[in-house]
Structures are given as C-alpha cells and as structure tokens.
C-alpha cells in the first residue's frame, strides 16, 4: 500500500492520521457505510458507464455543457477508497479494483484519461476532470494489494500529467484559461494531484508545474492567495466565489505547503478556513444560500425570498475535507466541531433514505434513485428539489455531481475519530464501538466507546493497553458544550469546550466516563442577519432540530419557550408519524408544545408532505 501521498508530510503537523488504527462502529458511520456499500459501491454498471464516459468522447452529445460528468469516476473512486480502508471489505475492494483496471484501458495513445476529444480539451471542465482521475488512483492507492497495479497507475498519471505540462504553462497555454468558467478556478484545482505526484515520484517537473499553478492565484483577476494571506476579505468578497472549487484549490496549496514548508501558504490555508468558520457557514454546516456560492452564508442563511438552490452537497463534503486538513495542521479543536456540524445535520440529511426517484426538472427523463439529495432547505421548503451536477451518461441514463462525493463524508470520519500527536492520542469522534492502535511507544491499544451519541452526551470509554505506559489522551469536548464532567479512574474533573488533556499512566481497564449535559438551545441568527427577528433554530447537542410539516408545520409561527439563556425544557416522545426519526423532542411554546425532530431526518419523503425547516419562525413575516 502507499502511504506517503496523503499523511506523511516533510513538515509537521500538530495532529496526524493514525493510519494503523484499525475501527469498528456500530451507530450512525455504521448505517451510513452500508447505505453507500449497498447504494453505490457495489453498483459495476454505474462504475462501467463512469469509464466509458472517457472512451465516448463525443463531448456531451454535442452539449458541452453536460461535460463534467468527467468527474464521476474519480470522485466516486476517492471516496469509495476512503470507506473500503474504514471497513475492509474484500468484496467491495475487488469492485473498485476492477473499475480502476477499467480505467487504465481508457488511456488513449496520448496518454490522456479525458472526457474530451483532443480537438475540444482544455474547455470548461476538461482539466477538472482529469484532476479526479488522478485523485481517484490515488486514493485507491491507500488500499492497493497489488504492486503492479500500483505501478501501473502511477506510470500513468505520469503520462497525465507530462501531456499537460507539455501544452500548460509559462510561455504556453495558461491554465486560466483552460475553462470558461470561474476565470479558471476549477481548472487551476488540479494542483493537488500534481503535488501528490511529485511526491510519489520525486520528478521536480511536477513540483516546477504546481508552483506555477500557485503563481497565477488561480483566478485571472486576483491572486486568492494573496488574498488570503492578507486576511483583510471574506471569501464572499473575493472576484470569484465558487466554494466548492475554491476550496479545492486550497487543499492543493496545503499539499505544497507540506512538501515546500512556505509559511506563507500555512498562513494563507487557516486564515481561509477561519473565515469560511466566521462568515460561511449555516446552522448544518454549508455554505453558499445563492446556489453554491461564498455569499456572506452566515447572514443569508434565514432570507425567504430567494427560490433558487442553497447549501449544496459537494459543497458540505468539501468543507469537511478541508476542516478535516486543517485540524490535522493545526490541533484547533473548533476544525473538529465543524465537521461534526456539518456530518450531523448537512451530510446526514442528504441521504436518499427512502430512495425517491429523481430527474431533472427540465428533461422527460425516466426518474432515477439516486443516493444523495444535493441541496438542503434552511427555511421552509422540501428536500428533492433538483439533481445538481446533472448529466448524462453514453446510454442516456443521468447521475449528478452530489451523488458521486458523498462517501468521502463517511469515509472521512473514521480518519479524524483518533487521531495522533507528540507523546499521545486524540479521540475526537464519539460512537458505540472499537478501536484497535498503539500507544505512543508502539505497543497494542485497544479502546471500547460505550454511547449513544449523538441522541446522549454519556460516552464510557474503556483502554486496555498491553502494558502499563505514560502517555496523553485528548478527549475533544465540542464547542456547543458549556461544561463537561469527566471522570478518570472514580475522580472528577470538569472541563469547557476543546480538549480536555489527560496525562497519566494507563493500564488495563482504565474509564474515562464523559458527561456532555447535553440539552436544547435556542439559536438566534447573526446580529446583521436577513429576517433576523422572524427566526430561531433549536440545537440538541450535535443536532440541528427540525420542523417537518408531517408533525409541525414549518411556515407556520413556532414560538417555543425558552429562558434567559436560551434553555429550553423538553422531553424525548416517539414521533409515529415519522419512524424512522433517530430522535423525536417535545418542547414548550407559547401556545402549547411542538414536536421537532433532528434535521437529518427531516423532509425525507421528498415532497411537500415533509415539508421541512432548520430556521424556525418565531413571530410572523
């Protein structure tokens, strides 16, 4: 297996992907592998149509529009690979495996893997594409049993990369211009495969091309990371706002940054994801309430007049990716609380639980089941609206660009859950299950987690290292926890939010019992949000609490009580109308009770009838 493209950097970081750790959960990561194993992974026909895009080549019907649908294959490959390292399922690794000896015989006699004819690359989406051929290889490099396989795929992506750098660049065509959209944004992202290449071949011609990407700032009107850098704007200020893409651009300046060391770039990395932190995130954890865009979504995220799409899936995976990259930069716990948002409410709540067929509303196609919804409503509105990313296949069958990421957001999980640091571990996902890894001097660890997070704030967990040994836990109290009791060995201590550090010498059967008193919040948006004094949201825990029209009618006022803090009373009930609800409460409000249950589960039948809302009104508009 190769290991050194994704974690083993020249340069530190203060946490690091404990890639021995070996997990098995039992809760929500369990649920949502199966769904993505059953639902997507083990489909060979969509992994064929995904290869024979490429050997098509007639460049979308003659609608170059459609012409994404290049990205398929490798986004689905990355984060299939992801959740195939997490479980190791024989079966599913030989699935991908195929799909990936499928896609080498896609090369043509150039040494391109493109969904594009020759007469018409390096348009719209042309290098974006390949860029997810490269990224899918490798990532499925992580979990190659085979060393010719390796071998091969490498000595491909080298043909990739050299056909590019051959025809981009100083003095040849700029990478800018190789789309025309986002004056180039998505085109400059395949940054990111270039470095990892460099490092799996030590070839400085690759490290010579991305450091040319990083010159152009990767847009035609501004440099983003000089921007950035500056920390003086917000992302929704910048010439080009397109968050998905920018956000990819970034991972690959990260990339460099871990095999040159520029501070520079370190700097501009974090200042970007705090200001996505600050001013770009709703209350599940997405960006973008104007399509898919960085738009200020922090005081946007309550506006009722807009009828467009908002808080697109590829967009809350992204941002996981990233935060997951800068947590392991730079041990701020708050990257680690964002993605647990973001995983809860926004990722959870895409997933096509009851397999509702789908089409475009502006094709007669015959609908599909596809795996995940693309957008999430924050105010009243259904889920199901639209298939983003739309496009066809060469047998006119159709899939969309949300349904091919989303097994990154599980597959990511089980890389931030524990992870490592200077003279110990840190544990920073909570779910019923096991991990098996070692203590920092190497020796077996075996750590058992006993709770029903997110619906509790109780986690017992249990170590049995094989010896008695010294070392650090960091358990990761998150942000929407005033005050957390933990007990170690029969003595309390009481913790805030961030990492409770525990140091001693631990043996075998050891607890540390957790209390997170977990209770209902009221949130009140932004002091400068849109609609500001029409709306709250009700957080429990983790968990975003939802209106779904089939109990409480989100366009109607739903004033619940509250005191001066914004506790609010309330009791777990079974919701019959809604039985697959992971969690049901009943609250207080001034004209009775309401019964609200969490945003993941909501607007499931993807139709009116569930009509669904996070931002709830609490006076009339």
Not at 190 to 217: H, M, Q, W
Not at 335 to 353: H, K, L
Not at 354 to 360: A, K, L, N, T
Request: net charge negative; glycine share 8%.
């Amino acid at each position: 297996m190769v290991k050194n493209i994704v974690c083993e950097a020249d340069h530190a970081r203060v946490l690091s992907w404990d890639m021995d750790a070996r997990m098995k959960f039992d809760g929500l990561l369990s649920q949502a592998v199966k769904f993505i194993e059953s639902n997507q992974i083990c489909d060979v026909g969509l992994w064929k149509k995904c290869v024979d895009v490429f050997r098509w080549q007639d460049d979308g019907c003659g609608d170059v529009w459609v012409s994404w649908r290049s990205e398929y294959w490798g986004k689905m490959m990355r984060g299939a690979s992801m959740v195939v390292r997490y479980t190791g399922d024989d079966g599913m690794y030989k699935i991908l495996e195929r799909a990936v000896r499928d896609i080498l015989t896609a090369e043509d006699e150039l040494g391109r893997i493109s969904g594009y004819s020759v007469e018409k690359e390096f348009i719209r989406w042309d290098l974006w594409g390949r860029k997810y051929v490269m990224l899918g290889m490798q990532y499925f490099m992580e979990i190659c049993r085979d060393e010719e396989l390796t071998a091969a795929m490498i000595a491909s992506m080298r043909r990739q990369a050299d056909y590019i750098i051959e025809r981009i660049g100083p003095d040849k065509i700029d990478i800018r211009t190789c789309s025309n959209d986002w004056e180039g944004l998505n085109s400059c992202s395949i940054l990111e495969p270039i470095v990892r290449l460099y490092r799996l071949s030590n070839e400085k011609k690759y490290l010579d091309f991305a450091e040319y990407i990083i010159s152009t700032g990767f847009i035609q009107s501004a440099n983003l990371i000089e921007l950035a850098y500056a920390d003086e704007a917000s992302p929704h200020d910048y010439p080009v706002v397109k968050a998905y893409e920018m956000m990819s651009c970034f991972e690959g300046l990260l990339q460099y940054y871990y095999v040159t060391g520029i501070e520079k770039y370190r700097t501009a990395v974090l200042n970007f994801g705090r200001r996505i932190i600050d001013c770009e995130l709703s209350v599940i954890g997405c960006s973008g309430c104007t399509h898919e865009l960085f738009d200020h979504t922090s005081v946007r995220q309550t506006q009722t007049d807009y009828e467009g799409i908002v808080q697109e899936t590829c967009v809350t995976v992204t941002w996981m990716k990233l935060a997951a990259a800068l947590l392991e930069l730079s041990g701020d716990s708050v990257f680690a609380d964002r993605i647990e948002e973001s995983y809860y409410n926004a990722y959870y709540g895409a997933f096509n639980t009851h397999r509702v067929p789908v089409s475009h509303e502006s094709y007669d196609d015959l609908p599909q089941v596809l795996p995940f919804d693309s957008y999430s409503p924050l105010t009243a509105d259904r889920r199901g609206r639209l298939v983003g990313g739309y496009n066809y296949f060469p047998d006119k069958t159709f899939y969309g660009c949300c349904a091919c990421i989303s097994a990154a957001g599980a597959g990511l999980i089980p890389r931030i859950a524990v992870m490592r640091k200077s003279g110990g571990i840190v544990i920073n996902y909570y779910e019923s299950g096991m991990i098996e890894t070692k203590t920092p001097l190497g020796r077996p660890l075996k750590i058992t987690m006993d709770t029903a997070y997110p619906y509790s704030g109780e986690i017992r967990l249990s170590f049995s290292p094989a010896r008695a040994e010294v070392f650090e836990i960091a358990l990761r109290i998150p942000d929407w926890c005033e005050s957390a009791d933990v007990v170690v060995c029969g003595k309390k201590k009481e913790f805030g939010a961030g990492y409770a550090r525990l140091c001693g010498e631990w043996q075998d059967g050891d607890e540390i019992v957790m209390d997170l008193h977990m209770g209902v919040k009221r949130v009140l948006p932004p002091e400068c949000a849109v609609n500001r004094e029409l709306f709250a949201a009700y957080k429990y825990g983790p968990l975003v609490l939802a209106a779904d029209k089939r109990i409480a009618d989100p366009d109607e006022v739903i004033d619940v009580v509250c005191d001066r803090e914004g506790s609010v009373e309330f009791r777990k009930v079974y919701c019959p109308e809604i039985r697959d609800a992971c969690i049901c409460l009943e609250l207080p409000t001034t004209s009775g009770s309401v019964r609200l249950i969490d945003y993941a589960s909501a607007g499931k039948t993807w139709t009116n009838e569930s009509r669904c809302a996070a931002w709830l009104y609490r006076k009339k508009q």
